[in-house]
């Protein structure tokens, strides 16, 4: 049995949720923030959510722990068996978690926590924004799955990384990262509506 340490409106506490659930993992649930405490710290080396614990130990790092899932669960394949559409997926995810939701993390003191960013750092955040939109419109493929016909990992970044990201630009950069994008936004929507999501979504608004 896996045990998840988060809480529940991280977005990477959401990818694993939903990993976890597509592959039949059967988990435990452990809410918790992000801490410097030695007990927690034991957990998870830096102190991040989320983490997992089990049978042989702890694991942290979203994509390790992703890894993790697809080699233990039973439930549907969310890594092709190809090697090379397999490092696609992982270049998708890298690219998703890089250059969208990294540049959008920049101005989350603003849009979601009650803070402030200078505008410098919101013209910069527009900017890398754009770039890794342009990237995700290049490299997705979105037929009708962003690396392809199968559901994989990186749709789940998509739903929960860019999700993010979009809130977060919508709120204070003036911006609509879907705008340019209209297929990822109707590939959230496809997404939205699988029983993982809608079992987190349920969780959300509990």
Known sequence: ???LYGFTLSNYVSMLKMA????ELEFDWVDVKPSQENEYLAKSPMGKVPCIETEHGFLSETNIILEYIEETGSGIKLMPTDPFERARVRELMKEIELYIELPARTAFAEAFFGGTVSDEVKETAKKNLKKGIAC????????PYVAGSEFTYADILLKYSLG?????????LDMDLLAE????????A????????????AEHKG
């Not at 995700?136 to 037929?143: D, H, I």
């Not at 993010?164 to 204070?172: M, S």
């Not at 496809?190 to 979504?201: F, K, L, V």
Request: net charge positive.
């Open 1 to 3: 049995m896996i045990t």
């Open 20 to 23: 976890l659930i597509e592959k």
């Open 136 to 143: 995700l419109k290049r490299n997705g493929k979105f037929a």
């Open 164 to 172: 993010l990201a979009n809130r977060c630009a919508a709120l204070v």
């Open 181 to 188: 994008l209209p297929e990822a936004k109707q590939l959230m």
């Open 190 to 201: 496809t997404i939205g509506q699988r029983p993982s999501a809608i079992q987190i979504a």
